[in-house]
């Protein structure tokens, strides 16, 4: 299903790939926008954070990490120690920030943040990483037409889930959770690691288009004034993705290709 907000200011999306005219480049969230890899951040998450909050249940009743709406709303697109955060003090719980190399089983920001990635990288190595056909099919759509393409994740995983999913040589730029560390950049919903994206393609916001599943990567979009955002939904929170900030909802970048499927 598609869904389109009222943005009365928007011009008309007219061209092929379903953007307005003007735009010159695409910037693609990874996780859940072009891999199938949200759910598998999902799954690792609810496990580490439910192994915690088990431990801690002597003194407070157990109640598990709910791996659709807590993930939504406080770790997705979120770096990960922000997802940490996050979601700790959703329930009240104040940790120590700790280091970054900081063991999996230390009881801090980071350790816990490390002990989900211990447990991400199983699940990865298991069952391995898909691209989804629909965005495939699109970025290499946008690029046959000339408009330049990034990548623009929280992940520090990144680099290796795009070449696992045969996807790595798709993109001009690549602004990771490792470029971010690196060049001190706030996570999303900041709009820091789009306009860095925008910056290394050599356009103005306003010529780029954002794709995103996670809220607080449409909010990034938006914060950064881009030219488009894109909200794609796999979970069925299309509602939300516009209420965040998308200019349109589709369930796959498929969607938008070919004039046949374009609206207004
Ligand atoms: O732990 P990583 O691989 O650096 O990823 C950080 C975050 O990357 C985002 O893309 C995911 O939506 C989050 O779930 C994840 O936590």
């Not at 700790?88 to 009881?107: F, M, N, Q, T």
């Not at 970025?139 to 696992?164: I, P, Q």
């Not at 999303?188 to 990567?217: I, N």
Request: proline content about 4%; aromatic content about 6%.
């Amino acid at each position: 299903m598609r869904t389109t907000p009222d943005r009365s200011h928007m011009t008309t999306s007219t061209t092929p790939l379903g953007l307005p005219t003007g735009i010159r480049a695409c910037l693609f969230d990874m996780d859940g926008v072009l891999t199938q890899t949200a759910i598998v951040h999902a799954a690792a998450w609810k496990e580490m954070f439910d192994e915690y909050l088990s431990r801690r249940a002597g003194s407070e009743p157990f109640v598990p990490f709910d791996a659709l709406h807590e993930y939504d709303v406080y770790v997705d697109g979120k770096s990960r120690a922000d997802g940490v955060r996050s979601f700790l003090a959703s329930r009240g719980i104040h940790l120590p920030e700790g280091s970054l190399d900081d063991p999996p089983s230390a009881e801090t920001i980071h350790g816990l943040g490390n002990r989900k990635n211990e447990i991400l990288l199983g699940l990865i190595r298991t069952r391995g990483v898909e691209a989804y056909e629909g965005s495939v099919r699109y970025v290499r759509a946008a690029r046959a037409a000339g408009l330049r393409t990034a990548v623009v994740s929280a992940s520090t995983n990144c680099h290796d889930v795009l070449v696992g999913a045969g996807i790595d040589a798709l993109f001009d730029v690549r602004i990771d959770g490792l470029v971010a560390i690196r060049e001190n950049l706030r996570g999303k919903p900041e709009p820091d690691s789009y306009l860095a994206g925008a910056r290394a393609l050599g356009v103005e916001a306003a010529e780029g288009a954002v794709f995103e599943d996670a809220l607080a990567g449409v909010e990034a979009g938006r914060a950064g004034k881009f030219g488009y955002v894109v909200g794609v939904d796999r979970v069925g929170q299309a509602a939300e993705l516009a209420k965040h900030g998308a200019d349109i909802v589709v369930a796959d970048l498929g969607e938008l290709l070919g004039a046949a499927s374009v609206r207004s």
